[in-house]
């Protein structure tokens, strides 16, 4: 391999250096090419589209931002549908608690003397009052507007936003957004919510203009009945609508905000360096981990039981023992490796043995700490009884 790479850069440098000297005649004419420079062009202008999706690093760097996917929308269509469960729920309790307040400002507060002594009395009465009539829609609709943020973009906690910025107070940026794709998307879709929510509006308003002139002659409790029972029923349908627009302007939002987070190839690969680290360091990380492997191999080559070689380029170790029931490969190399494993064998007395086929099979056919394939179990097993043969002789 070292040495088709060498001779791929020498002849390359040949070819170079060929077409140098054919282009002389031209340049000492004062003819000169360019179309090398339009190709530089061409392509780095390539690598700048963005025509890349955004990496999992670009979008967890924008959310830090607090740039996220999100749309108001859909927040409005479910605290609306909350409130419009709400009113079905506790309207009721609502209203009396209105109708008893009301009856006591009324009753006993109309005519009451507004003095420094008795303005805290009064103060706290209305501001108990007003909490015990609103405090839980506020609180539920509060609650319901937070985890509906949640749900669609997750926790963001950023300074980011409220940092201040040049850009903002650009007028040419500021006019840019204002005729830009994104602003003509926002006034479609205002319009098409003032249009489809005023039809729906005028036509349920329109099929129920009788229950509405027919409030006059009305309790005050069959009043509150009929307005719940009507404001309830458009609510609904309100509702539909703009959970049908938010569906489609969160779709929106998130295509737009994939769409300007995209990246050119050359950021991606400037991120992919960055997230991998130099190529040196990666390149001395690697070394370091094959050094780390040789050292383990090594280590298991101390306890082979027979060197098969072939001789000298290839080297292989194989360990059979009282707790092995078959020949397990613990070690092999060639060349530089090869050399460190017959040092090995020879420093801790391990029989060296000669098998050129043997040794070419098992170093291509068999990894480390595998076992010996049942087609080389006669091969295996002869140089077995003569490494035997070797320890009875010493012995």
Same mark, same amino acid.
């Given at each position: 391999?070292?040495?088709?790479?060498?001779?791929?850069?020498?002849?390359?440098?040949?070819?170079?250096?060929? /077409?140098?000297?054919?282009?002389?005649?031209?340049?000492?004419?004062?003819?000169?090419?360019?179309?090398?420079?339009?190709?530089?062009?061409?392509?780095?202008?390539?690598?700048?589209?963005?025509?890349?999706?955004?990496?999992?690093?670009?979008?967890?760097?924008?959310?830090?931002?607090?740039?996220?996917?999100?749309?108001?929308?859909?927040?409005?269509?479910?605290?609306?549908?909350?409130?419009?469960?709400?009113?079905?729920?506790?309207?009721?309790?609502?209203?009396?608690?209105?109708?008893?307040?009301?009856?006591?400002?009324?009753?006993?507060?109309?005519?009451?003397?507004?003095?420094?002594?008795?303005?805290?009395? &009064?103060?706290?009465?209305?501001?108990?009052?007003?909490?015990?009539?609103?405090?839980?829609?506020?609180?539920?609709?509060?609650?319901?507007?937070?985890?509906?943020?949640?749900?669609?973009?997750?926790?963001?906690?950023?300074?980011?936003?409220?940092?201040?910025?040049?850009?903002?107070?650009?007028?040419?940026?500021?006019?840019?957004?204002?005729?830009?794709?994104?602003?003509?998307?926002?006034?479609?879709?205002?319009?098409?919510?003032?249009?489809?929510?005023?039809?729906?509006?005028?036509?349920? &308003?329109?099929?129920?203009?009788?229950?509405?002139?027919?409030?006059?002659?009305?309790?005050?409790?069959?009043?509150?009945?009929?307005?719940?029972?009507?404001?309830?029923?458009?609510?609904?349908?309100?509702?539909?609508?703009?959970?049908?627009?938010?569906?489609?302007?969160?779709?929106?939002?998130?295509?737009?905000?994939?769409?300007?987070?995209?990246?050119?190839?050359?950021?991606?690969?400037?991120?992919?360096?960055?997230?991998?680290?130099?190529?040196?360091?990666?390149?001395?990380?690697?070394?370091? /981990?094959?050094?780390?492997?040789?050292?383990?191999?090594?280590?298991?080559?101390?306890?082979?039981?027979?060197?098969?070689?072939?001789?000298?380029?290839?080297?292989?170790?194989?360990?059979?023992?009282?707790?092995?029931?078959?020949?397990?490969?613990?070690?092999?190399?060639?060349?530089?490796?090869?050399?460190?494993?017959?040092?090995?064998?020879?420093?801790?007395?391990?029989?060296?043995?000669?098998?050129?086929?043997?040794?070419?099979?098992?170093?291509? /056919?068999?990894?480390?700490?595998?076992?010996?394939?049942?087609?080389?179990?006669?091969?295996?097993?002869?140089?077995?009884?003569?490494?035997?043969?070797?320890?009875?002789?010493?012995?």
């Amino acid at each position: 391999m070292v040495f088709l790479f060498f001779l791929m850069t020498v002849m390359t440098l040949d070819l170079y250096r060929t /077409q140098m000297l054919c282009r002389v005649p031209s340049l000492l004419s004062g003819e000169v090419s360019i179309p090398s420079w339009n190709h530089s062009i061409l392509y780095f202008a390539n690598t700048d589209e963005k025509t890349e999706t955004p990496t999992h690093k670009k979008l967890q760097d924008s959310k830090k931002k607090g740039q996220v996917v999100k749309s108001q929308d859909l927040n409005a269509a479910i605290i609306l549908l909350v409130c419009a469960v709400l009113m079905s729920i506790v309207g009721e309790y609502s209203f009396n608690k209105i109708y008893r307040f009301l009856h006591i400002c009324f009753a006993n507060y109309l005519n009451y003397p507004l003095e420094p002594g008795n303005f805290s009395n &009064i103060a706290s009465f209305y501001m108990t009052q007003f909490f015990s009539i609103t405090g839980i829609t506020f609180g539920v609709v509060m609650v319901v507007g937070v985890l509906a943020n949640l749900a669609q973009s997750g926790f963001v906690f950023s300074t980011e936003p409220l940092k201040p910025s040049l850009k903002k107070l650009n007028p040419i940026e500021g006019f840019k957004n204002l005729f830009s794709k994104r602003a003509a998307f926002n006034f479609f879709k205002t319009l098409m919510k003032l249009v489809l929510i005023g039809t729906v509006a005028f036509i349920y &308003i329109k099929d129920n203009l009788d229950k509405i002139f027919a409030v006059g002659g009305m309790s005050v409790f069959g009043l509150f009945i009929l307005l719940e029972d009507l404001l309830f029923r458009l609510v609904v349908r309100i509702v539909i609508v703009l959970l049908i627009l938010g569906v489609m302007d969160f779709i929106f939002q998130k295509y737009d905000y994939k769409k300007r987070l995209r990246m050119s190839k050359h950021e991606v690969k400037e991120e992919w360096k960055q997230s991998e680290g130099d190529p040196l360091i990666r390149s001395m990380r690697k070394q370091k /981990q094959r050094q780390l492997s040789m050292n383990r191999m090594m280590a298991e080559v101390a306890d082979a039981t027979v060197i098969i070689t072939n001789p000298t380029h290839l080297a292989i170790a194989l360990r059979y023992n009282e707790t092995d029931e078959i020949p397990v490969l613990v070690g092999k190399g060639a060349d530089y490796i090869a050399g460190k494993i017959r040092e090995v064998a020879r420093e801790q007395e391990i029989p060296i043995i000669e098998n050129k086929p043997l040794a070419q099979v098992l170093y291509k /056919q068999v990894e480390i700490d595998e076992e010996v394939p049942p087609s080389l179990y006669q091969a295996v097993a002869e140089i077995l009884a003569v490494v035997m043969k070797i320890k009875k002789k010493v012995g």
